[in-house]
C-alpha cells in the first residue's frame, strides 16, 4: 500500500491497536530497524508496567505471537514497516512524520503528576489547617494568602505537567535569536 493510500480512517484503523502504537514507536527510538526479541522485551515491559529484566516468559510469549501472527503483517501490509518473518528484522519505512500524531508519547515519562498534586493538596490543608488554629506564624489574616500560594503553586504544577507532554511546544513570548 502506498503512502498516498494512507487515509486517515486508515491509520486510525492501525493505530488503534496500542502493540502497533509501540512497535512503532520502538523502531523510531532504535533508529528505524530492530530485531523482533527487543522488540517483544520492550512492548512485553510497557504492557505490564515493568523494567525488562522483569518480564515473564509468559509475557513475552503473548507479545511474541501477537506481534508475530497479527501485527506486523498488518503493519507490513499498510507500508509502514519491512517486516522479514524468517529472520525476525523489522524495518521502519519512511514517511513517519505522517502518523507520528497517532502514536503514544512518553512511554518511558513516569513522572507520577497525581502525586505531586496530593503533595501540595496535604502542604495546602496543613498550611489551612495552621491559619484555622493560628498555630505559629500562621494567623487567621494569612488564610488568604495561603490560599494565594496554594493556588500559584496549582497553577505551577498545571503548566509544568502541560509543558512536559508537549515537547514541541513553541511558546509565544520568547525573545529573538540573534
Do not use: Y
Given at each position: 500500500?502506498?503512502?498516498?493510500?494512507?487515509?486517515?480512517?486508515?491509520l486510525f484503523d492501525v493505530f488503534s491497536n496500542a502493540r502497533r502504537r509501540r512497535t512503532v514507536q520502538f523502531l523510531?527510538?532504535?533508529?528505524?530497524?530492530?530485531?523482533?526479541?527487543p522488540l517483544v522485551e520492550q512492548v512485553a515491559a510497557w504492557e505490564n508496567d515493568t523494567d525488562i529484566d522483569d518480564v515473564t516468559r509468559t509475557q513475552r510469549r503473548r507479545v511474541y505471537i501477537s506481534l508475530y501472527q497479527t501485527h506486523l503483517p498488518m503493519l507490513e501490509d499498510h507500508g509502514i514497516v519491512d517486516w522479514d518473518p524468517d529472520g525476525h528484522e523489522i524495518e521502519l519505512l519512511p514517511s513517519t512524520e505522517r502518523f507520528e500524531p497517532y502514536l503514544d508519547r512518553h512511554l518511558e515519562d513516569r513522572t507520577q503528576w497525581h502525586r505531586r498534586y496530593a503533595a501540595a493538596t496535604l502542604l495546602?490543608?496543613?498550611?489551612?489547617?495552621?491559619?484555622?488554629?493560628?498555630?505559629g506564624p500562621l494567623t487567621t489574616a494569612m488564610a488568604p494568602i495561603v490560599a494565594l500560594a496554594l493556588c500559584v503553586v496549582v497553577l505551577g504544577l498545571s503548566i509544568a505537567q502541560h509543558v512536559s507532554r508537549r515537547p514541541e511546544l513553541q511558546f509565544p513570548f520568547q525573545r529573538a535569536s540573534r
Open positions: 500500500m502506498s503512502d498516498s493510500e494512507l487515509t486517515q480512517a486508515k523510531k527510538r532504535q533508529g528505524g530497524s530492530c530485531d523482533l526479541a495546602g490543608t496543613v498550611a489551612f489547617g495552621l491559619t484555622a488554629f493560628a498555630i
